[in-house]
């Protein structure tokens, strides 16, 4: 099968999985949202870039009787089932990485009920997404599939000073934060520091203590040169439903950073008591207990984060998502999806 892959968050440099595809059947080609030009970058609303990569990919699907459409996250997936119902109706869809921060509602939950009637498949990186999005876009659990994120270990940027002299905590990410919360654990902990890299969204309007250092669209690898460096990392998560901080979460396992997190069933498959400190949402005093914890029983924290780089060796390594396209391969040349 061809597989034409749209995303509207990545560089033309993104080639998805076909640098580590060794199977002949499967081919990759891709389709880049991001805007290109004046016009795409004024146009925001509609996402001119997006819809203008989704209409390429539709109409490029009509050209080839193997080709299979892949759209990355929800938005480019309603949009790519739009745009297919019109173009090409009956072409194969997946919805890849499908998960939200905010849920739709209004206008837009209507056309996203209406629209992803037509994917064929949705994959999922947590199973509690597959209840949540089955019940609320009325579509059967069967066409949703949990995989576990997977990523190679993070690049980290080798002489970026610290940003701090001394030990230090971490926090990276963005989507489905509590900055609130861990606001008022440092504020809770003075003698503790901690730098944050976020966007700006994410923690607008917050009022942070002076132990706290907050950085913002920084470059990857100095991005995890911080929380590589740091002597543990927290991922405080709005509730225990809240599915986000999966990329964070995998990659500092990866680096073997100790780690604090939200207990939310939307990353249950990923940490347990074993391999973090687990935390109560909203709740700043067990949070600043937890950080207390990765500074003064490093031995213990550095035990789980030992265990937690070995589990998500395993779990996280990308022929994971390869063997689901190869497995999807053989669906669709039997007529199975």
Not at 92 to 114: D, I, K, M, W
Not at 224 to 244: E, F, H, V, Y
Request: net charge neutral.
């Amino acid at each position: 099968m061809h597989y034409i892959n749209i995303s509207d968050l990545v560089d033309r440099d993104w080639r998805f999985l076909e640098p580590v595809s060794t199977a002949p059947e499967l081919s990759w080609d891709m389709r880049y949202g991001r805007p290109q030009n004046r016009l795409e970058r004024l146009i925001t609303r509609p996402a001119v870039a997006r819809y203008r990569a989704c209409m390429s990919a539709v109409w490029s699907s009509r050209r080839r009787s193997d080709a299979v459409l892949v759209s990355h996250l929800p938005n480019v997936t309603l949009a790519t089932a739009g745009l297919a119902r019109l173009i090409a109706p009956g072409r194969p869809h997946v919805a890849f990485a499908f998960n939200y921060t905010h849920l739709p509602e209004g206008r837009r939950l209507a056309l996203s009920q209406r629209y992803f009637q037509d994917v064929a498949e949705f994959v999922v990186f947590s199973r509690h997404e597959v209840g949540l999005y089955a019940d609320l876009f009325d579509l059967p659990p069967s066409r949703f599939t949990f995989l576990p994120w997977a990523m190679q270990a993070p690049e980290v940027a080798s002489h970026h000073p610290p940003p701090f002299e001394g030990a230090y905590l971490s926090a990276i990410g963005g989507e489905g934060r509590d900055y609130h919360v861990l606001a008022e654990a440092m504020r809770a902990a003075p003698d503790l520091q901690l730098a944050i890299v976020a966007r700006p969204a994410s923690i607008e309007g917050i009022c942070f203590p002076e132990n706290v250092k907050v950085f913002t669209n920084l470059p990857g690898p100095v991005t995890w040169a911080i929380a590589q460096k740091s002597c543990g990392m927290a991922i405080p998560l709005r509730t225990d439903r809240t599915p986000n901080g999966h990329v964070t979460l995998v990659g500092a396992q990866l680096l073997g950073v100790p780690l604090a997190v939200t207990r939310s069933a939307g990353v249950a498959d990923y940490v347990d008591s074993e391999t973090a400190l687990l935390v109560s949402p909203q709740d700043a005093g067990e949070m600043a207990h937890a950080l207390r914890a990765l500074t003064e029983d490093t031995e213990a924290a550095q035990t789980r984060a030992a265990l937690a780089r070995k589990c998500a060796g395993l779990r996280s390594d990308v022929a994971v998502w390869l063997r689901y396209f190869t497995e999807l391969d053989l669906r669709l040349s039997d007529g199975r999806l």
